[in-house]
């Protein structure tokens, strides 16, 4: 079974107004093939019909709306990705298949700034903001993707910072002060310790 329709960029004919990709239903969604070869062995085995999965993995169930005649459901492909690149970038996130885990600094999904604003924060997902500090360091024609909004919620970010950074600080000074106070608090216990042993080691016996 195949769908032959080609993406504008791999057609040199095409020259309307309409990619034929957009037009197509596709979906991403996990799976687990029947491995056949495995399935036929094990069933000869028990004498009954068995059934062997392959591990889980990655499909894409392409058609034409409205034909349920006609429909491609194959292993994720790179192509897929490249052809569909809004559909997999919003599967991706849902699935938590992003990028976001290797990159260091305050998760915007922990930032107070987006807890009620979920639309935001997965549109921020979607272009590939992962941390305050991203957002904190976008220049003005990145920001201005996210309407006109977007320089007010990258000066946010930078106050969140800086206040978190003081935060951070003055939480770091109380520690250190906290440790030195132990500390001579330890040596006063110490010193008085050292005294006492003194005063018992120098007085005469008997008295």
Not at 64 to 73: A, S
Not at 102 to 116: A, F, H, M, Q, S
Not at 177 to 182: M, R, Y
Request: proline fraction near 4%; glycine fraction near 6%; charge should be neutral.
């Amino acid at each position: 079974m195949s769908i032959g329709l080609a993406s504008d960029l791999a057609n040199p004919e095409f020259v309307g107004a309409t990619n034929p990709d957009a037009l197509m239903h596709v979906e991403f969604y996990w799976h687990e093939p029947i491995d056949k070869w495995a399935s036929e062995q094990e069933s000869a085995k028990a004498g009954k019909r068995v059934y062997v999965k392959l591990p889980k993995q990655i499909f894409v169930r392409i058609m034409r709306p409205g034909d349920k005649d006609n429909i491609l459901e194959v292993a994720l492909r790179e192509e897929h990705k490249v052809r569909w690149p809004d559909k997999w970038r919003y599967f991706e996130i849902a699935e938590g298949l992003g990028t976001d885990r290797d990159v260091p600094g305050w998760k915007i999904e922990d930032w107070p700034e987006l807890d009620n604003q979920q639309e935001l924060l997965r549109e921020l997902k979607y272009l590939r903001y992962y941390t305050v500090e991203q957002i904190a360091g976008a220049q003005d024609a990145q920001v201005q993707k996210l309407g006109a909004g977007g320089l007010g919620l990258r000066e946010r970010a930078r106050l969140s910072l800086k206040e978190r950074m003081r935060k951070e600080f003055a939480a770091d000074i109380n520690a250190k002060d906290k440790v030195i106070a132990e500390q001579g608090n330890a040596i006063a216990e110490l010193q008085r310790q050292m005294a006492e042993f003194m005063e018992a080691a120098t007085k005469p016996k008997g008295k």
